[in-house]
């Protein structure tokens, strides 16, 4: 069936770095790919998403591109502030799965001052 | 305008018992899914409710199920509870059924502990 898988964390950075996050797919057909983020105490939040290859989502500084060729969806930005401390997660809903989102095990990321 | 609400924000019941969580959309949307999130883990659906009815259902057993009222919101009920089902319900919101996947508004979520 379809599924996600992340990089494992936890993920410790300093203020101003670069973030990275992998997320890479296994799906029939062609998916639409999602990030989402949850702020400690929260819910979910839609980050960015992607419909089709090659599509790029961004959000908040946030940036991820759709490779069908390396089935992959990696969550990047540029210069991370503390309040992006959160988990985040990459999920996919394809026609093959009824549109249902099916979650990575989530990333967290905590970002020092 | 309101956001998705869930009530209530925790709960802690014993083995055996039932539990009832509620859920309600975002103003305007009409669907509503539910997920669970055991600690440390991705959300995994459990079902979604669109013009009253259960359209889609994840790999859950029937103790899990479910109502959405005229007015869209929803309950989740959780028969016969295990230690295995303690985790953060999540209620998420959407508009037009299945294609609603593109844009869900998540709850914060209620926090269930079975002892």
């Known amino acids: 069936g379809d599924s996600v898988t992340q990089m494992e964390g936890p993920v410790t950075l300093s203020e101003e770095a670069f973030l990275t996050i992998n997320c890479t797919y296994t799906a029939t057909g062609y998916p639409s790919l999602f990030w989402y983020v949850q702020y400690p105490g929260e819910g979910l939040q839609l980050l960015l998403k992607a419909t089709k290859a090659d599509d790029k989502g961004s959000n908040k500084g946030f940036e991820a591109t759709y490779r069908k060729e390396t089935t992959s969806f990696h969550l990047e930005k540029g210069s991370v502030q503390v309040s992006d401390s959160a988990v985040y997660f990459c999920?996919?809903?394809?026609?093959?799965?009824?549109?249902?989102?099916?979650f990575g095990a989530g990333t967290t990321v905590t970002v020092r001052a | 305008d309101a956001g998705v609400t869930q009530s209530p924000t925790h709960l802690i019941k014993t083995r055996g018992q039932q539990v009832t969580l509620r859920c309600s959309p975002k103003?305007?949307?009409?669907?509503v899914s539910w997920y669970q999130q055991a600690l440390g883990q991705g959300p995994q659906f459990i079902f979604q409710?669109?013009?009253?009815?259960?359209?889609q259902r994840g790999n859950f057993p029937d103790r899990f199920s479910g109502h959405q009222f005229p007015n869209y919101s929803s309950e989740l009920n959780v028969n016969a509870l295990l230690l295995g089902d303690s985790a953060l319900y999540l209620c998420?919101?959407?508009?037009?059924?299945?294609?609603?996947?593109?844009?869900?508004?998540f709850g914060p979520g209620t926090r269930l502990t079975v002892t």
């Open positions: 999920a996919l809903a394809s026609r093959s799965n009824d549109y249902k989102l099916s």
């Open positions: 998420a919101s959407s508009l037009g059924g299945v294609q609603g996947v593109y844009e869900q508004y």
């Open positions: 103003s305007g949307h009409d669907t």
């Open positions: 409710y669109y013009e009253e009815e259960e359209r």
